[in-house]
């Protein structure tokens, strides 16, 4: 029974490995073509996600899961389900983190240099792949018809935000989960699901605070 099972699981590998067939720099280069000629055609997408933050000084992660539009270059919406809801909002010019437990609201003038653009920048390329050769040193592999691409930042300003962004590519070309690893050991570990890409109406992008809210301004007016 045990050489059955040792059987089995050899089989298993080295299916794996005859799958993951290592990409050349040229294959990498006709994988983000097709990805921008997809996105062309069809900006917008949207997708159901479960994120799970592994934070090194906790000893379990910290799980959330939402719902996430995104319009090229660097529109978004971000809504957090759950005992802890949250509402990130980002129109290019101007982010908001809205909490509704606490009726309080953060507000990022984005444009001024700050950490926040690096941040925003950097996570935007990345899914986007717009120009992402200019900023990432890529390598990658194809296991079977999905791709999984390995993203190393060449900037310091992007290094201080994560160290590797490692991203997973279904058949349809949708990024179905990404994997972040920070210079702190954090490691962020996204899945997407139910991807969609429908348009998506302008007011998606939009956020009004609701009356009551209490707005600060962290990096200042």
């Not at 040792?6 to 983000?32: G, N």
Request: positive net charge; hydrophobic residues 35%; contains cysteine.
């Amino acid at each position: 029974m045990n050489k059955i099972r040792l059987t089995a699981v050899i089989a298993v590998a080295a299916a794996a490995v005859c799958y993951a067939q290592p990409l050349s720099q040229q294959d990498i280069k006709a994988v983000l073509t097709k990805v921008r000629d997809r996105r062309a055609a069809s900006p917008h997408v949207q997708a159901e996600f479960r994120e799970e933050r592994v934070v090194h000084l906790m000893k379990r992660p910290i799980v959330s899961s939402g719902k996430v539009w995104f319009e090229p270059p660097n529109k978004f919406r971000r809504e957090v389900n759950g005992s802890s809801p949250s509402v990130t909002v980002c129109d290019g010019r101007q982010l908001w983190i809205y909490y509704p437990n606490f009726k309080s609201a953060e507000h990022y003038e984005l444009g001024k240099r700050s950490p926040l653009d690096a941040a925003i920048a950097a996570i935007n390329t990345a899914l986007n792949l717009e120009n992402v050769e200019n900023s990432f040193n890529i390598t990658g592999e194809q296991n079977r018809d999905e791709y999984q691409l390995h993203l190393l930042p060449r900037s310091a300003s992007m290094k201080r935000i994560f160290q590797t962004f490692d991203l997973s590519l279904d058949r349809d070309l949708f990024v179905d989960k990404t994997e972040m690893a920070q210079p702190n050991g954090d490691r962020v570990i996204t899945t997407y699901t139910s991807h969609s890409r429908a348009a998506i109406p302008e007011t998606t992008f939009e956020f009004k605070p609701p009356e009551g809210t209490e707005v600060s301004t962290p990096l200042g007016r």
